[in-house]
């Protein structure tokens, strides 16, 4: 089963292949961004990839166009829309980045 490494958290989770990595945080109780309800229009899941980002697909169209919109560069993607393979990931999730950085 494919592991994501959540920075802010220090914790890795897993995830099942397919799924989103906003999905697998969910199924793992952890909560994060999700204005739109996951539907690639707001870019409050927005993760950072750190490590496997050339295990990742393409972005679809609805991740495209937002990213395009938003002039992400490539290792920022979606969480809403980004499905996991079976590589491991590390990822930084800017929601809780910045809820960190807010604390401190
Ligand atoms: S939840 Fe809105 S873009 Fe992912």
């Known amino acids: 089963m494919p592991s ?3 920075i802010e958290l220090d914790r890795e989770i ?15 109780g952890i909560a994060f961004g999700f204005v739109c309800g996951g539907n690639a ?3 409050t899941c927005l993760v950072k990839i750190v490590e496997g980002l050339e ?3 393409k972005r679809n169209p609805k991740e495209d166009f937002l990213a395009k919109a938003m002039m992400l560069e490539p290792e920022y993607r979606l969480g809403c829309q ?3 393979s079976d590589t491991p ?13 807010a604390r401190r």
């Open 4 to 6: 994501v490494k959540i």
């Open 14 to 28: 897993e995830i099942l292949p397919g799924q989103t990595i906003l999905q697998g945080a969910m199924a793992n």
């Open 41 to 43: 229009a707001c870019g």
């Open 55 to 57: 295990s990742l697909g």
């Open 82 to 84: 980004t499905e996991v």
């Open 89 to 101: 990931l590390v990822c930084s999730i800017l929601s809780l980045a910045r809820e960190n950085s």
